[in-house]
Each structure stands twice: as structure tokens, then as C-alpha cells.
């Protein structure tokens, strides 16, 4: 036997082990002791205080692509590194497969996060949301809603299922947001991800203060949170609400985000008989889902609704592939389904197995008969996969209201649509459901009638079978969390999960000074004209850079050699008389794609220069109507500047406005182009 490693909790900058002997966590196979945690005489609100005043003011000076390449060097890291945790997460139970969801499905959760934001967020330290609003007739006077990161510290309390991803889904939205964060894991689980702050730690990727991390209880922490900090929890709804109605969450407002128990269900449409590879499909994710983790994943398939003429054939489906579950040491070779998380653990799901029993009867396994391929099944917390039948489901309140968190799932019959979803619905709110149909309608009737009670929902079918990500698994650009029961918190959902640690302020103002609060111009702003704006690399060109051009009028041969060269030749441009009877137009009309290369012949500066390339134009919209012997002049103005990281270019926005000869707005859009920081280029 070896001795148990101590766990330490990183705060203040320093790894610190509890004062009092502590709690001896066992491998859940093995029974064997692996660590031992306590967090007795740690100064939590000093812990609060070394996040906010080390790492805040850090954090928010760098920009989201700073902070996004900070998440790739740390992801690329761990990453490389991932055996070692492999080896440890064995002690939790978890196969190679259960590992990888928690592992490399964490990690790859972080990459994929930061290359979201390279992507979709600007290189800026401030988020605009939405257009300017326009509050005064003469333009003086507009408003912008901005996002800037909360000065506080994410306080980040997990579950014990998922000890590496539930951190890295919530430390990376967060870190990006610009927020410092203090992580508190399940003890059960702890030392999984004790092993990986220090992994992270030593990296010295982060600055200091960005990532703390408690082994054991929090004490006091709650008593310290404030108006700008936030808590999220995942666990138990009756923990959960504990510390959702904590006096010093209420009193500050403080944001709390939670993802509590959830009675996820799975619905067989009726299309799907037995024969069908929509039935075999449902049959597959069902048995996945019980068994993967042990069933201990918040996603799990709990209720299993199938239609009534289906139900014998499901349950015999089932049953034969939940007996060919190999149960036991989850580093075998061969063994399908590791232990629950502890002994604890497995006595608490026999308990909720028999609080279902007053509503459904056991159909496949037996919750105190453990079958096991290794390991011993008195020392390890080995349980075999329970499959529960309800013959009258809307009786069957424990169904809808107990969570057993294990390898346990109850099937239920239904007649028509209308009962399948009233089934969902009696879930009272949870993270996903699954819908199996081949069927468009059912499809529809289904996610439609399911969708507000629920934060995902999946449909599988034939065509997705081979590249579904199936139901589940939380995906970093989806959103995670459900509402009612499930805690009515979200999490991840891409960009939306990294807005959850900032503020949206509504400023406003004149349009000069909403422009310097941004970094972007705004109609109303200062301009600069002088020297053509496409002459300027990065280092010289500024927001608010202007070209005003020289004019073009169109003519009826420029509108017909036009039409002959692209083959547009809609009558609109072409039919004098179908132009007038049309009811937008009083005569032929220019293309409005020749409207926006006549704007690209007046505003382009043809010598080799900073500007390396078009990406493309955003909102591009078609006013007013051009007629032949109209004049067309463009206003160019440099509008968001994107300089990127690690790279000799960055993004320029222009805001492109095309006018006619009475100064009205033609045509309007945003340009897209890469330009050089500095020009000449670099030789290479
Ligand atoms: P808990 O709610 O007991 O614990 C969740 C987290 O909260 C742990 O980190 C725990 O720490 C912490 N915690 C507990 N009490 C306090 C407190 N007073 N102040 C601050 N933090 C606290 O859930 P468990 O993980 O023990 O799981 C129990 C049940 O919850 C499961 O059987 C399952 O039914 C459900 N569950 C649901 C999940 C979901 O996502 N749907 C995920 C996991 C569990 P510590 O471990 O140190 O007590």
C-alpha cells in the first residue's frame, strides 16, 4: 500500500496544506487510500482579496487574443502531458474512454474556446454589443451598450463526475472574459484536479493569482463574495440551493449560476419501430449513456420514453446489450464500465433505486447481485447497469423527481406526441433531451413542445448517425445548463459563456466620446482626411481615417455591358416597362452589385501597398435605387482595427457609405481587409 499524497490548496500564491489530519479519499475501484485533503486554516478572504488585487488589474490589461493565446499555450501544454492525468483519473473510477471525455474533452473545451475568441472577438479589451442607438434627430446624441470583465473572482464549486472538464469549462470562458478564478473541486475527486493546478502552475503561462484553487471545505468564503464576483456550482440541488440563498450572495447581488440534478430524457419518435436504424440508434445511446462514467454524468439518460407498441422490443434491445457490459477495474483491458465514485456513492444510488421502485419495477440487473469481470466487488464500487419499466408514467412521480447518478434508467410507454413531450416536461426543466425520429414533423412537434423546458436538444437519425456528437456530450460553442430543476444557470455556449463574467452597460453620449470609450468609430465621430487611408500600414492608420472619392455616374451602357458580362440580366435592369411596373421602381435600375464595384474602382488605391487583401463586406445593404445619369461618390472611413497576435497583419473594418448626387444614401456596408503593420514588409 502507498501512502497517501496530502492535497494542498494554491492560494495567495503559494500551495498550502490544511492544519488538520483530514479526510482520506479511497481509489473508488480498489478501496485503496489515495490522498488526503483539508483545507482547515486557510484564509479564504485573503485567498479573494490575492485574486482580485494580483491577477485583476493583469488580466484586464491584456487583450481577448492576448488572453485567447495565453488559453492555447496552457491547452497545448496540458495537453502534452495528458498521460499523467490519464494514470491518476483511474483512482476516480473512470476508463480510458470515461477519462477522455474529462481529459482530453476538457482541454479540447479550452483550445477550442480560445480559438473561438482569436476568431470572433476582437482584439480590444472592451466588447461592444449590438448597434449604436441613435437617441437625437441631429446625430449628437447616441448610445452603444458595452461588456466589460467583472473586477471580482469567479468562485468556480464542482462536481466529483467531472474533475478536470468541470474546471476547464468554467475557467476559460472566464479567463478570456478577462476574470481571475477560484476553483473548488469535489473532495471526492479532488486530487484529479489538485494534479492538474499544479501541472498548470508551473507552466507560468498564467499570471499570478489567475487560477486558485481549494482542496477541501470553503470555510467562510461565501461571507466574502461581492458585487463583483460570481459563484457557479454544479452538484446537488439541495447544496445548490444552500448556497444560491447564501445571505452574502443575496445581499450583493452576486451573479450565481447553477447546474443542479437533471432528469435528462430520451424520446423514441413514433416512426422509429423496431428494424429501423433510428430504433437501433436510440438503443446504442441509451446503453451508452447509462454506462459511460458509470452513468455519473449530468447529461445521462434518466427517463427513457418510448412509444407503448415499441416498449417489449426496447427493453429486450436493452437488456441484451446493458448484460454484455463488462463491469470492473477500469484500467482492464475489455472492461466497459469502471465503479461509481465511492462506496458512499454506490449505497446513495441503491437508496434512490429503491425510492424509484414505488413506481417502476427493476426489468434488467440487479443493484445488490454485482457482477464484476475484476476487482473485488466488495472493496470497489462496482455496480451493473439497472434498466426500470413504468407501466403508468403519469403516476409515476419518482421517476419524474428522483436522480439516481449511476448506471439507472427508467423506460416509459406513451400513446401519442402530446403524451411523449407532457413526459419530458414532467423532468420540471433539464440540461438535454434526445429525440429519435427519421421524421421532419415529429421532429419538429417534438423539439418544439420540449424546447423551453430544456438547454439542449438533439435529434438523431440515420443521416447523423456517423458524425452526431451524441447526447451527452456539452460541446464548447453550445450552450450547457437548463432551466427549472437543472439550476437554470448556462454555461459554455461559445461567446455567450465568456459575457456570463462581464458587465453590459448601456453608455451614452456624444459620438466622439462613445468612439474613444470603444475603440470604434461611430457615425457623428471625429474623421481624419488627408493621405489615402489604403497608404497606411498598422502603425499609422487610425480609427476614424477617411477617404472621400471622386465621382462616377452610371450610364445605360455601364448597366448593360454589366448585365451581358454577368449574365444578370434581370429585367429589372433590362425591361423599361416590367422595371416601372414593378412597385419598388420607377425605371430600369443599376445592379447593386455594379453599385458596389463602381465603390471598389473609386475607393481602391491600385499600387502595391499595406492593404494585402478583401475578405469580404458585412451588412451590405441597397438603399435607394440608382437610375442611369446618377452620380455615385463614396465615403470610406476606418472603422475597428484588429491587429493580430503572433502575426505581421491584422483585420481592418471600414465603413463603407455610397451616396447619389442628392447625398442620399445608395448603398451601405463594411469592408473587410487585411493590412500589413508595417510597410515595406519584412523580408522573410
Ligand atoms: P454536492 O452538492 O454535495 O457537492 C457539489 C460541490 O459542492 C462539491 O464541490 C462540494 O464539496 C461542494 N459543497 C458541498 N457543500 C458545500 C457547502 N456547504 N459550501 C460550499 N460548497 C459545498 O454534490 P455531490 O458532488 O456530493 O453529489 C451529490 C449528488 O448530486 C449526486 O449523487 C447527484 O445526484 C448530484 N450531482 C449532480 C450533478 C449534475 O450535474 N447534475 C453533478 C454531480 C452531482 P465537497 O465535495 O467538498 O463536499
Known amino acids: 500500500m502507498t501512502t497517501p499524497r496530502r492535497l494542498e490548496s494554491y492560494v495567495c500564491g503559494c500551495w498550502t496544506p490544511g492544519s488538520q489530519p483530514g479526510q482520506t479519499l479511497l481509489d473508488a475501484a480498489t478501496g485503496e487510500p489515495v490522498a488526503v485533503i ?15 488585487e494580483a491577477a485583476g488589474p493583469r488580466l484586464r490589461a491584456m487583450s481577448f487574443h492576448e488572453r485567447a493565446g495565453m488559453l492555447k499555450a496552457l491547452g497545448l501544454a496540458l495537453m502534452a502531458q495528458k498521460e499523467e492525468f490519464y494514470a491518476e483519473s483511474l483512482h476516480t473510477g473512470a476508463t480510458r474512454t470515461d477519462g477522455w471525455v474529462d481529459i482530453e474533452g476538457g482541454i479540447g ?17 472592451v466588447l461592444t454589443d449590438g448597434d449604436v442607438e441613435p437617441l437625437s434627430k441631429d446625430g449628437s446624441f447616441s448610445a452603444q451598450h458595452i461588456l466589460t470583465p467583472l473586477h471580482g473572482v469567479a468562485v468556480h464549486i464542482n462536481a466529483f463526475n467531472f474533475p478536470i472538464w468541470g474546471m476547464l469549462e468554467k475557467i476559460a470562458p472566464t479567463l478570456l472574459a478577462g476574470m481571475p478564478c477560484l476553483v473548488k473541486p469535489a473532495s471526492q475527486t479532488a486530487y484529479l484536479t489538485e494534479l492538474m493546478v499544479r501541472r498548470i502552475v508551473e507552466t507560468g503561462i498564467l499570471p499570478e493569482g489567475a487560477l486558485q484553487l481549494i482542496c477541501g471545505s470553503v470555510g467562510d468564503l461565501l461571507d466574502h ?5 460570481a459563484v457557479t456550482f454544479t452538484g446537488s440541488a439541495w447544496t445548490g440551493r444552500k448556497l444560491k440563498t447564501h445571505p452574502a450572495v443575496i445581499a450583493n447581488s452576486v451573479r450565481f449560476t447553477m447546474e443542479a440534478d437533471s432528469l435528462n430524457a430520451a424520446i423514441l419518435g413514433p416512426d422509429a419501430v423496431a428494424g429501423t436504424p433510428e430504433f437501433d440508434l436510440f438503443v446504442r445511446e441509451v ?20 412509444p407503448r407498441a415499441q416498449v417489449d422490443a426496447l427493453v429486450a434491445a436493452l437488456d441484451e446489450r446493458l448484460g454484455k457490459t463488462a463491469v470492473g477495474l477500469p484500467g482492464d483491458e475489455g472492461v466497459r464500465m469502471g465503479p461509481l465514485a465511492s462506496l458512499d456513492q454506490r449505497e446513495e444510488v441503491r437508496e434512490r433505486i429503491r425510492d424509484l421502485q414505488a413506481a417502476a419495477e427493476i426489468v434488467a440487473g440487479d443493484p445488490d447481485a454485482v457482477r464484476v469481470t475484476s476487482g473485488d466487488a466488495a472493496r470497489g464500487a462496482f455496480l451493473n447497469p439497472v434498466l426500470m419499466y413504468a407501466a403508468k408514467p403519469f403516476a409515476a412521480g ?12 427508467t423506460v416509459m410507454p406513451y400513446d401519442d406526441l402530446d403524451e411523449a413531450v407532457a413526459l419530458a416536461r414532467m423532468g420540471r426543466g433539464s440540461l438535454v433531451t434526445s429525440v429519435f425520429t427519421d421524421d421532419p ?4 412537434e417534438l423539439v418544439l413542445g420540449t424546447a423551453p423546458w430544456h438547454g439542449r436538444v438533439l435529434i438523431g437519425n440515420r443521416a447523423s448517425a456517423k458524425s452526431s456528437t451524441g447526447h451527452g456530450s456539452p460541446l464548447a460553442p453550445l450552450v450547457h445548463g437548463g432551466p427549472g430543476r437543472a439550476g437554470g444557470g448556462e454555461e459554455m455556449g461559445g461567446i455567450r459563456g465568456v459575457k456570463h463574467y462581464m458587465q453590459r452597460t448601456a453608455v451614452q453620449g456624444a459620438p466622439r466620446l462613445l468612439s474613444a470609450v470603444t475603440g470604434r468609430w461611430i457615425p457623428g465621430a471625429d474623421v481624419r482626411q488627408g493621405e489615402h487611408p489604403f497608404r497606411k500600414s498598422l502603425a499609422e492608420l487610425r480609427i476614424g481615417d477617411q477617404l472621400v472619392t471622386a465621382t462616377r455616374t452610371v450610364t445605360r451602357e455601364d448597366v448593360e455591358h454589366f448585365a451581358h458580362f454577368t449574365g444578370d440580366t434581370f429585367y429589372a435592369h433590362m425591361d423599361e416597362a416590367a422595371a416601372k411596373a414593378n412597385p419598388f421602381f420607377d425605371d430600369r435600375v443599376a445592379h447593386g452589385y455594379l453599385i458596389a464595384s463602381f465603390a471598389a474602382g473609386l475607393f481602391v488605391e491600385p499600387n502595391p501597398g499595406p ?22 461618390q463614396v465615403r470610406l472611413t476606418c472603422k475597428e482595427i484588429n491587429p493580430r497576435e503572433n502575426a505581421g497583419h491584422g483585420e481592418v473594418r471600414w465603413d463603407c457609405q455610397v451616396t447619389n448626387q442628392k447625398g442620399e444614401v445608395v448603398a451601405q456596408y463594411d469592408v473587410l481587409t487585411m493590412v500589413a503593420k508595417e510597410w515595406p514588409l519584412a523580408q522573410a
Open 398 to 409: 419518482a421517476v419524474h423527481e428522483v436522480e439516481a447518478f449511476g448506471p439507472v434508467s
Open 441 to 444: 414533423k415529429v421532429a419538429e
Open 38 to 52: 483539508d483545507s482547515t486554516g486557510i484564509d479564504f478572504a485573503a485567498a479573494l482579496a490575492h485574486g482580485r
Open 611 to 632: 492593404v494585402l487583401a478583401n475578405y469580404g463586406v458585412d451588412n451590405l445593404r441597397f438603399l435607394t435605387p440608382v437610375y442611369f445619369g446618377d452620380t455615385l
Open 287 to 306: 446503453a451508452r449513456e447509462m454506462t459511460v462514467k458509470a452513468g455519473q454524468k449530468c447529461t445521462a439518460i434518466r427517463r427513457v420514453i418510448a
Open 225 to 229: 463574495v461581492t458585487e463583483q464576483d
Open 109 to 125: 473545451t479550452m483550445l477550442t474556446f480560445a480559438s473561438k475568441a482569436r476568431r470572433e472577438l476582437p482584439n480590444a479589451r
